[in-house]
């Protein structure tokens, strides 16, 4: 009885907050800047390349939370393919989201909006870093309590902020339409916008972010597994639509920008343009509040879920202490710049994500754990894939092997992991013997 009484309260106030935690956690750096620039190359083509990107940056995300909720945590789901890839494919997910790309990020893309205020410079760069993550750190102290500061507070102090600026972009457009596509967009904007939904890094951070939502969760009394999994679940549906909604005003805004301001670099410089245009320099003190709410959300969601694995990991090594080396090692990247880090972190992504990909997807047919070889097939042939294709990218080409799998069907396009995941999944099916516990 106390188990569905708290539970029905979570069906409330709570679980919208919980909700509004997780939208805040996802939404950083990459979901600012991404959507805007993708209206602003993708033109005329805008919604068939947005319909791509919120697959890959709104459907795969929220689907990662419910697989990894489903089966129990990612150890568990990577699980399903061998104990040791288990092992290396979770610590360099957390990599990625933690001190080598994602958390350096929120920083760096932060400090890009406020040079055009404070200036800009190495020294300027440094300060600010040392600001930015001295406060992530102190409210990451309290993983439980992110709810109370980020729903709460942060999150809709940044919807209402965003919700601004797209109105002074509807009553007083730049533009009066969207701009030619650039040769990225014109033959398969569909496909170009999933591929840009990959630098968002949502769909590798769903599947970590899922244990935080579940100890906020926990936090308001909720005690039962089930409960937990489904409130888990719920959450993530909320902030799937609100990512929807943001994520469709900030295309049209960076369309409108595109078409009347081209040849931005970024979508920094894309909402930058806007902002001065619709409001001068206090639409760019605005848009510097935008971001540094949002990158702010996104690195303290990050540096606790980081910080909690590797306290599991390393027990004797109290969250506190990861806490701060991630705060300080991440300060000492973000200094690279935002350029650099989004050229590292492309290669990187390509050959993460789509095994991230094959593993959601396997988990929503639960009859296939009974056949024990489909998962390590299925994703051991896509990442043969995609890591020979990020090295390629990255300059280490292997002579035959790599030319063979350049060879594949739809790796022009970005898809080259689907037929030997398809593969795999056949084998794994033909050769497999079923286990009789799980028929």
């Known amino acids: 009885m106390r188990g569905d009484f708290l539970m029905q309260k979570l069906h409330g106030k709570n679980l919208i907050l919980v909700g ?20 602003a190359e993708a033109g005329t083509a805008t919604w068939p390349a947005f319909l791509g990107f919120a697959m890959s940056a709104i459907g795969l995300p929220v689907l990662g939370v ?101 109105a002074g972009c509807l009553l007083h457009p730049v533009a009066a339409h969207y701009g030619t596509p650039t040769a990225q967009y014109t033959a398969l904007p569909a496909a170009a916008g999933f591929l840009g939904g990959y630098q968002t890094m949502d769909t590798i951070a769903a599947l970590n972010f899922g244990a935080v939502i579940a100890l906020n969760i926990r936090a308001k009394g909720i005690e039962e597994t089930p409960q937990v999994v489904r409130g888990t679940i719920r959450a993530g549906w909320i902030a799937g639509a609100l990512l929807l909604v943001i994520y469709a005003m900030l295309t049209h805004a960076g369309a409108l920008s595109g078409a009347a301001f081209p040849g931005g670099a970024t979508g920094a410089d894309t ?55 991630f705060s300080a090692a991440s300060m000492v990247v973000s200094n690279i710049g935002l350029a650099g880090i989004i050229r590292l972190s492309t290669p990187v992504l390509g050959a993460i994500y789509p095994a991230a990909i094959v593993l959601i997807a396997l988990s929503f047919v639960p009859r296939l754990t009974a056949f024990r070889l489909v998962y390590p097939l299925a994703v051991g042939l896509t990442c ?26 739809l790796t022009k396009a970005g898809f080259g992991w689907v037929l030997p995941a398809l593969v795999g999944l056949l084998l794994g099916l033909v050769f497999s013997h079923r286990s009789p516990e799980t028929t």
């Open 20 to 39: 509004f935690t997780l939208f805040s956690m996802f939404f950083g750096a990459g979901n600012l800047i991404f959507p805007p620039f993708l209206g």
């Open 66 to 166: 419910v697989a990894v909720a489903r089966s129990g945590g990612l150890a568990a789901l990577a699980g399903r393919v061998h104990p040791r890839f288990a092992a290396v494919f979770t610590l360099l997910i957390y990599l990625s989201i933690g001190p080598c790309l994602a958390i350096p990020r929120t920083a760096s893309t932060s400090f890009e909006m406020f040079a055009p205020i404070i200036g800009g410079g190495v020294a300027k760069q440094a300060v600010y870093s040392v600001l930015f993550f001295a406060v992530a750190f102190l409210i990451a102290l309290r993983p439980d309590k992110l709810t109370d500061r980020l729903g709460k507070i942060l999150c809709p102090t940044l919807i209402v902020l965003i919700i601004v600026l797209f």
């Open 271 to 325: 909402l930058s343009s806007l902002a001065y245009a619709l409001f001068g320099t206090p639409g760019l003190v605005l848009l510097a509040a935008i971001f540094l709410i949002a990158c702010l959300n996104t690195c303290i969601g990050l540096i606790s879920c980081v910080s909690e694995y590797f306290h599991g990991l390393f027990p004797r090594v109290s969250y506190r202490a990861f806490a701060a080396f």
């Open 384 to 409: 043969v894939q995609s890591v020979t294709e990020a090295l390629a990218h990255s300059g280490a080409v292997i002579p035959f092997w790599t030319d063979a799998v350049a060879a594949l069907p």
